[in-house]
């Protein structure tokens, strides 16, 4: 089992940036590809970016240039760091994480563990 924590939401104003990070904790995380989602209210789950161990990073288009995914595997932790936040950026931000060495999806069902989340709101 992994378990994973994040943090580093809030509430921020239109243009600002914000870093989540990610705490996984429990069985070897170094191998694990790493991963960001977010939900946003009356909407599905989607996926915003993934890390493998070795740093290789794969983001959604819609995301590229403003949201950039990385890990410090001392720490066992992934982040995202998110700027020129807009509006429609407010969600909750789900961590997740598979053991498989590869970024293999996008899909939600395919990353075996998840995070509580942690809410971003962008006001205008």
């Keep these: 089992q992994v378990q994973l924590v994040e943090s580093g939401g809030g509430l921020v104003q239109a243009g600002g940036s914000l870093r989540l990070s990610c705490v ?13 989602f977010r939900q946003a209210p009356g909407k599905e789950r989607e996926f915003v970016a993934a890390v493998t161990w070795d740093e ?9 240039g403003r949201f950039t995914i990385s ?9 995202l760091q998110m700027n020129s936040l807009t509006p429609e950026d407010t969600a909750v931000y789900y961590c997740a994480a598979d053991p498989r060495p590869r970024i293999g999806s996008t899909m939600t069902s395919y990353y075996l563990f998840w995070g509580q989340g942690t809410q971003v709101t962008v006001s205008s």
Excluded: L, P
Excluded at 24 to 36: D, E, I, L, P, Y
Excluded at 56 to 64: I, P, T
């Design 24 to 36: 996984a904790s429990g069985r070897t995380f170094n191998k694990h590809v790493m991963a960001w």
């Design 56 to 64: 290789d990073s794969y983001h959604a288009n819609s995301m590229k």
């Design 71 to 79: 890990r410090d595997n001392a720490r066992n932790t992934a982040y």
